[in-house]
Structures are given as C-alpha cells and as structure tokens.
C-alpha cells in the first residue's frame, strides 16, 4: 500500500448519493490510489466514470474480485434491505483481508445479516453509519463534501478486528468526518427517534394533506413552515421505506411515544389549556435552539460546553477614562432564586431584570427539565409557572448546570427533598469544585448524596428520603450552604436553622419572605419551620452590584473618570466593595435610593480621586466575596501597600482566585505576593502583557479593566466564561471608553 494514501483501493458497491460522494470525497482529498464502482445497471456505471466519481464501474462485483487485497475497502451504500443480497455474494469472492463496511442507517438488522452470512467470521465486517444526506438522489447528486464535519457512527460488532476497525475510521476521518463509536442497539434507538420518527411524520403528514384533504389546491397555500417541515419527504422512497422495516421495533417505540403526546397536546387545545400549550412550546423551543441536547439526551444543553471550548481572547488597549451612564445585566444571585422559587411556589411569578447569562439560565433549564413551564426569557422578563413545593417531575438525564455552583448547591437542597433521584453535574471547572460543605449537612438532614472523590459533583441525590430539621453551626461564611440548608428545611420535619459565622447576602431569606414564607433571624442564626407554602409574587431584579464593581473600579483607576450605574442592588450583605473603596479614597455617591421587590436599590456615581493601598477589613470579606479580583487591580493601582487576610474562601471560587490574581498581577509587574488567605499588593505601574483567566468570568473581566492604567496592551485569554454572569460586557465596556478587541479562534 502506498504510503501517502490512508487506504489503497476504495470498492463503492451502489451508486447512490451515499457511495458517490464517499468516492468523490476520497477522490478529491488523495484518499485511495483508486476508486472502484459496483453499479446495478451499466448506464449508471457509465456515467459514474465519465462524470470522474469512478475509475472504474462494473455491475458484477466478481469481475473486479481478483483485484482486492490487503488495505483496500468495500463500502456498501444500497437500500438496507439489499445489503444482505450484497454480502451473500461478498461471501463467495472477497478475502477476509479485505475491509468491508456499510452505511445503511438501520445496524441491527444488517449485524443479522451479516452473522447469518458470515457467522463468527466478521474481523474485517464494519458496521458503520455516515450521519448526512439530503433528499437529492441518483449518481449525479454526490457531493465530495458531504462528509465534512458530519458525524460518522460506527458500531463494532463482536469478532470486529482493531485493525479493520481502524482502517474504516481512518478513511472517514481522512474524508474530514468525525467519527465516533456506540453499540448497534443504541445506535438504531437514537436513530429511531432522531432520524426514523422525523422521517415518517413528514412523509405521513405531506401524503395527508396531498391525499386527505378537502382542497387539491392545498400546497399553493403552503409557505416557509411547510416547505421546512417537510423537506425530507422528498427522500428517497425505497431506502427509508427499508429503514422502517429493517428497524421496526425502535421505530415503533418512538411512533408511540410521539403519538401519545400528539393525544396530549389534542387534549390541551380541545381543553384550552393554555399552560400546557406553553410548556410543550417553550420547551420545544429551548430544546430546538440547543438541539445538541436532544441528540445527547442531556438535561441541559452542553452547546455550552461547545461554547466555551471556542477560544476567546480579550485584547485590551492601554489607557483611557470611563463615563457614562450604563445598567448592568440583573444580579445573579437573585436570578437564580427566582426561578427556584418561583418554581416552588403556587402561581405564575412574573420576574423583570432577569440575568440571561449562562449560570442563571442553567437554574432555568434546570427547572424546566423538572416540569416547570417558564416562559422567556426575553429582554430579563421570565413568568414562571410555579407547580407548588411537591409539584416537580423526575428529569429525564442528569440535570447539567455548567459553571454554576449557586445552581449546584441551592439545587442539591431542593432536590434532596423530592421524591426522585437525580444527578447533578457541570463544567470541568465546578467538577472541581468542593460540594461536601452542602452534601455534609444535608445527609445529617437524612438526604443520600453520593459524590465523586473528595466531594466533588457529580451528585447523585436520592429521592424520597425524608428529612429532619436540623440545627448547623456553618465551618464557612456561605451564602450558597445557608440557601441550600434553609431550602432543603422546607421540606425537613420541624425546624431547620443555620449559624453564620459573618454575615452572608440574604436573598433567599428575603426572597422567601416575599413569596409568603416565614423566615426567622435571631442575631446570627437564621431558621425556617417546614410546612408552609410559596405564593407567587413578581419580582424586579437589580441590577447586579457584583458586575458594577467592574466599573466602579475602571473609574477608580482613571484619572478623568466620572460613570454612574443605575438601579444597582445595594442590599447591605453585598455592598463590601463600596465600603473597600471608599476606604481606599474613592469618591462615590448613591442617589434615588429605593426598595423594589424586597431589595434596596440605588444609582451609584464614582468620580475619580486617587486611591490609597489600606488593610481591607476581614469582616468585609465575606461582603465583597466576588469582588475581589476587581479590588485587586484597584489595589495594584493604588499608592501604597493592600493587603487582604480572610479571603481563603477565593481559592474554591471558579478558580483559586488569589493565586489567579497574583499571578497575572505579576506578569504585568505588581509586586506582590499570595498568602494563605489573601494578598500583599504595593501599587505600581502596569505594563502590557497576556494573562490567564483560568476560564473565571471574574477574572477575565478584572484583567479587562487593568488596561486603562496599563502602559502596555493587556492580553486576557479564555474569555468566553465571561457569558456566564456578564453577557454585554464587552459592549458596555466599549460604551464607557475601554478599547477592545474581542478574538474568536
Ligand atoms: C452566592 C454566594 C457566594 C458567591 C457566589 C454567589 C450566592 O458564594 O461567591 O458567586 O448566590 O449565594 P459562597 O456562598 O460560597 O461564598
């Protein structure tokens, strides 16, 4: 065999769109040394030759026989109810040297087949699936590209050599396809419902109206919709008449199913009931709009994941001066808890000023995932309709919450009271991530959490345990523990309290209050009494205090500087990072100061005044817990020496966030040094230079904002994290004067 080529001769039995533009594509990237076609009827042998798909087309396998050997490959691309006719005569002609592999869509009946023929004689029989195609057909519809960035399945069968196995994974990865492996059974399930069930409704539906309906002149009415709808129903005939055949007992697994909740959504119109209408509609959408998350049966979608695998890179442009008058995108925090309660509750809460970043959403989708209808979001509005305490349903996969551990951990509370199991994982970030301080209390509750090492997620919770209140002493500061306990508590027997060892933002305890739920405080210990109920209510989330801090201190740090943030969340657990500044020298004023919804809210102006390097005190630090990566670079700016104690928490946030810290600090030549627990920072002179976000949000946006006191561009890689609390950010930060540059790769 030559050793440029990946394989040496390629044999394409059936001349259809499939096997010509595998030849094609062979041809055309230098694939094989030569392509071989079996044709059913010499005209399309001819004109596969003379149209170059071919070098060579025959209608009798036999003749070409004597030819293979060794490193060539047969690939049978004929109507899955043929490929069995086609082995039969292999069977008499090919050595087992040669590689033999298929593309019919259906596995299971050809692996039957293939056992009848070959019995356990099948090293070199591969079974595969290339997931493309298009409703064109015939030898002139090949297309050399069609492959490309297409999945191919295949699905080894026992007895299959590696060798052979590899050889077929080899060409199709040389045809620029992505080739992966899965059984044959689930292979013909996922395709039943992805591709069999499709298939067929549209097929169906098209010979309905063309044949059922009362008007002949129905399609001259059809529009866009229709013409998406049932684009497939122009697919070849035979093949997918074979498919239902060959494929029968998933096919009619998932005629059922669908058919079953085709019923359901008669009934909810024929009953007016609008809700059930919604719920199917909005979660069809999300589901569509991520439709990844269908094919991989995950609960949430893991386009996410995709997203964040896509390189991005912020290049900042040194110096300049912040003004303006901006809002930032709705607190994260208080967006999660909405939708956690106003899922629970018993009613439609209507929620304003929704954060649509990705934690926040990964809250929602969880929600939804358990039955919950919410509508939107759509420009921060969300109406959630609520099911009640008892009213959520088993998910169908593992509820996936990306880099949110706000999620994680309020949701293991409530989860840890339903009557279901379900399974909670992430990010590789927050896999890392320490869930013992919630998984601990939670099975002194009498909650089963089972972990993976160390206490890191997954969890996998046990429903239908049942739950006693309990009192817990918190070891940690913790905002998320406290919310997951006091969560979990509503559905414990008796009382559930909890001891803050410093004082942690309260949004649920207000946000239970607004929903009609007792919550009690006494001094440092915060209880709730099981039994109650939520009542919807509407909430108008502010804007978050933790993403204004990003612009408070640009215009710390710039001389010239003058930018007011609307309507900002200022509930006295989260305003630490206005206390830290004002006692570094900033000049900062709130006006319009207000309540909506159970939170204080105001306008914050800071106009620029030189900072100065001070001892932060520890009890703002659990105030200002998220927002010291931002004082950092204040710090580092500032005249004079910072130096932070308390703050260990920072170093199990999305990344260890002192060290993160320091280290770019250092690059871009602070002096300073990480402690146990904090930070020594002298203020200096920044200069250029690239610098790692670790994949932190906070991080990255920290490192943004360093450039206007830079002398030197500022490079922060890993950037796409950034969505997850702060969509808009880099359009806002261009608003306000900072240049940057945002680089996809
Ligand atoms: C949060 C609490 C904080 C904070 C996180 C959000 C919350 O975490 O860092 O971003 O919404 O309860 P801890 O409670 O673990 O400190």
């Known amino acids: 065999m030559a050793k440029t080529h990946t394989i040496n001769q390629l044999v394409v039995i ?52 004597p030819l293979l050997g060794e490193g060539d490959v047969i690939f049978i691309s004929v109507p899955t109810l043929t490929v069995k006719s086609v082995l039969e005569t292999l069977k008499t002609c090919i050595p087992n040297t040669v590689t033999i592999t298929d593309g019919a869509s259906v596995k299971g009946s050809v692996e039957q087949d293939v056992r009848s023929i070959f019995g356990d004689d099948v090293s070199n029989i591969i079974l595969g699936h290339p997931i493309a195609g298009s409703e064109k057909s015939g030898v002139e519809a090949f297309n050399p590209d069609l492959y490309a960035d297409h999945r191919i399945i295949i699905t080894p069968i026992d007895g299959n050599s590696p060798s052979h196995i590899q050889r077929v994974k080899s060409m199709w990865q040389a045809v620029d396809a992505q080739v992966l492996e899965m059984s044959v059974k689930d292979h013909d399930a996922v395709l039943a419902a992805t591709s069999h069930l499709p298939h067929a409704i549209a097929f169906s539906l098209v010979d309905t109206l063309a044949h059922d309906s009362k008007n002949a002149n129905i399609f001259r009415y059809a529009a866009g919709g229709f013409k998406d709808f049932t684009r497939i129903a122009s697919s070849d005939a035979t093949m997918w008449r074979d498919i239902m055949l060959a494929n029968k007992a998933s096919v009619l697994d998932a005629i059922d199913l669908f058919s079953n909740n085709l019923a359901r959504l008669r009934h909810s119109i024929e ?35 995709d997203q964040k695998d896509a390189h991005i890179v912020y290049k900042v442009a040194p110096g300049g001066t912040v003004n303006g008058t901006i809002r930032v995108p709705g607190d994260k925090s208080i967006s999660h808890r909405s939708i956690m309660l106003g899922s629970l509750a018993e009613g439609t809460t209507h929620v304003k000023g929704f954060l649509e970043g990705e934690d926040a959403l990964a809250t929602l989708q969880a ?31 593992p509820l996936y919450v990306g880099n949110s551990g706000t999620s994680m951990r309020l949701l293991s509370g409530i989860l840890a009271g339903q009557a279901f199991n379900t399974q909670l994982t992430g990010d590789e970030s927050l896999t890392k991530r320490p ?68 004082p942690t933002r309260d949004h649920t305890e207000r946000m239970l ?87 204080p809210v105001a306008d914050i102006r800071l106009q620029y005044a030189p900072l100065k390097g001070i001892v932060v005190p520890e009890s703002q630090v659990p105030l200002a817990i998220d927002e010291f990566p931002a004082l950092m ?17 920072l170093r199990v946030k999305e990344t260890d966030r002192i060290q993160a810290m320091i280290d770019g600090l250092k690059t871009l030549g602070i002096t300073c040094h990480a402690t146990e627990d904090g930070a020594v920072i002298q203020g200096g002179t920044l200069k250029g230079g690239t610098v790692e976000s670790f994949h932190d949000h ?33 359009d806002l930060a261009k608003q306000v004067g900072i240049s940057l540059d945002v680089i996809r790769s």
Do not use: W
């Open 435 to 502: 869930m013992n301080r919630v998984a601990k209390p939670l099975a002194q509750m009498g909650a089963t959490i089972g972990t993976a090492a160390e206490g890191r997620p997954p969890l996998e919770i046990q429903g239908g345990s049942d739950l006693n209140g309990i009192h817990y002493d918190m070891p940690v500061a913790s905002a998320q523990v406290k919310s997951c306990l006091l969560l979990a508590g509503l559905y414990a027997k008796g009382q559930t309290s909890v001891t803050e060892p410093a």
């Open 633 to 649: 670079i204040a710090a580092a700016c500032a005249e004079g020496e910072t130096i932070i104690t308390g703050a260990e928490e």
């Open 698 to 730: 906070r991080i990255a946006m920290s490192f943004t904002i360093a450039a206007l006191r830079a002398i030197g561009e500022i490079t922060v890689n890993n950037c796409a994290n950034v969505s997850t609390s702060f969509p808009n950010f880099t």
């Open 513 to 599: 209050r607004g929903f009609g739920y007792d919550v009690k405080r006494e001094n440092d210990i915060i209880s709730v009494q099981a039994g109650g109920k939520l009542t919807a209510t509407d909430i108008d989330v502010p804007a978050d205090i933790s993403s204004a801090t990003f612009f408070l201190v640009a215009g710390a740090i710039t001389e010239g500087s003058d930018i007011t943030l609307t309507h900002v969340g200022i509930n006295p657990t989260r305003i630490g990072v206005i206390n830290i500044l004002n006692l570094m020298g900033a000049n900062i004023t709130l006006s319009n100061e207000r309540e909506v919804g159970g939170e």
């Open 14 to 65: 059936g001349l259809g769109l499939i096997g010509t533009s595998l030849a094609t594509a062979c041809k055309k990237r230098g694939v094989c040394q030569r392509v071989l076609g079996v044709g059913r009827r010499e005209s399309v042998c001819e004109q596969a030759v003379s149209l170059g798909i071919v070098d060579q087309a025959t209608t009798d396998i036999k003749t070409i026989a």
């Open 367 to 397: 929600f939804r995932d358990m039955g919950v209808v919410i509508e939107g979001p759509d420009n921060g509005e969300v109406t959630v309709h609520g099911v009640g305490l008892h009213g959520l349903t088993a998910p169908t996969g």
């Open 271 to 305: 009953t007016d009931d609008a809700t059930t209408l919604t719920g199917v509609f909005t979660r069809a959408k999300v589901a569509r709009d991520r439709f990844t998350t269908m094919l991989s049966h995950q609960a949430y979608s893991k386009t996410m994941q």
